[in-house]
C-alpha cells in the first residue's frame, strides 16, 4: 500500500525568504505526485503534478517541486515566501500502475508566512 | 464559477439521523470522487465514480455509507444512522479521463458534518 509522509506539522518562514515543504513517499512502481493547498474552510487546490520527465515541476503561484525517485521525495519549493501563500499544504501520491485512481495523502503541513 | 460545486456546505445532525450530501462535478469530467477529511488530517479516499458505474467502492467506512451517480453527472454521498465519528470534511473532486491516474483530480469546497 502506499503512503505519504510530511514530517513537519509546521513550517515558518519570513516574507521574501525561500520556503520548503517537505514529502516523502512509498509506493509500488513509478508514482504520480501531487501538491494540493488548502485555505481555511476550503477545499483543496490544485498547485502542480509530477508524471513523468522533468524532475523540476512548476506549478500554480510561483512554486515548483521536485522529484527525486533515489530518495522518494517530492518537495515543494518557492523561491520568495508571501503572507498570503500561508495555508495548509497537502502531499499526494498514487501509483502509476493503479487502477483504482485513489489518491493517498500525506496529514498535512501547516505553512505560516510572516511580514 | 465552473468548478465543483458541494452542497450544503454544512451540516449539523442528531446521532441517528440519516443525511445526504450532493456534489456537482465540472460538466466535462466524467470521473467523480468522494473523500473524507477529518480535523488535522489530510482528505481519506471512500469511492470513485466513472461515468455513472461505481468502480470503488471498498473504501467506504461502513455499510452505512452510499453513494450514487445515477446518471453520470451529479453524485450523491449517504450516511445512515449517523455517528458522532461520522463528524468530519467530506470533499468531492472530478477529473477528466486522462492517462488513468496521471489527471488533476478538482476538489470542491466540502461539506463539513457535525454529529451532535
Known amino acids: 500500500a502506499q503512503s505519504v509522509a510530511q514530517p513537519e506539522d509546521q513550517v515558518n518562514v519570513a516574507e521574501g525568504n525561500p520556503l520548503t515543504v517537505k514529502c516523502t513517499y512509498s509506493?509500488?512502481?513509478?508514482?504520480?505526485l501531487f501538491w494540493y493547498v488548502q485555505y481555511p474552510n476550503r477545499g483543496l487546490q490544485f498547485l502542480l503534478k509530477?508524471?513523468?520527465?522533468?524532475?523540476l515541476v512548476k506549478g500554480s503561484y510561483g512554486f515548483e517541486a521536485e522529484f527525486n525517485k533515489s530518495q522518494t521525495s517530492f518537495h515543494l519549493k518557492k523561491p520568495s515566501a508571501l503572507v498570503s501563500d500561508s495555508a495548509l499544504y497537502f502531499c499526494?501520491?498514487?501509483?502509476?500502475?493503479?487502477?483504482?485512481?485513489?489518491?493517498?495523502f500525506g496529514g498535512g503541513t501547516r505553512l505560516m508566512v510572516k511580514p | 464559477d465552473t468548478g465543483v460545486s458541494q452542497d450544503p456546505r454544512h451540516k449539523i445532525t442528531k446521532r441517528g439521523q440519516n443525511v445526504t450530501f450532493r456534489c456537482d462535478p465540472i460538466?466535462?469530467?466524467?470521473?467523480l470522487y468522494w473523500y473524507r477529511q477529518t480535523l488535522g488530517q489530510g482528505p481519506e479516499f471512500l469511492t470513485y465514480?466513472?461515468?455513472?458505474?461505481?468502480?470503488?467502492k471498498s473504501r467506504l467506512l461502513s455499510d452505512r455509507f452510499s453513494a450514487e451517480r445515477p446518471k453520470g453527472s451529479f453524485s450523491t454521498l449517504e450516511i445512515q444512522r449517523t455517528e458522532q465519528g461520522d463528524s468530519a470534511m467530506y470533499l468531492c473532486?472530478?477529473?477528466?479521463?486522462?492517462?488513468?491516474?496521471?489527471?488533476?483530480?478538482?476538489f470542491g469546497p466540502g461539506t463539513r458534518l457535525l454529529v451532535l
Open positions: 473532486a472530478s477529473s477528466s479521463s486522462g492517462l488513468a491516474g496521471s489527471e488533476t483530480q478538482y
Open positions: 460538466s466535462e469530467h466524467n470521473r
Open positions: 499526494a501520491v498514487r501509483p502509476a500502475n493503479n487502477a483504482g485512481n485513489m489518491l493517498t
Open positions: 465514480f466513472q461515468n455513472e458505474a461505481q468502480l470503488e
Open positions: 509506493v509500488s512502481g513509478n508514482p504520480y
Open positions: 509530477y508524471i513523468t520527465g522533468d524532475n
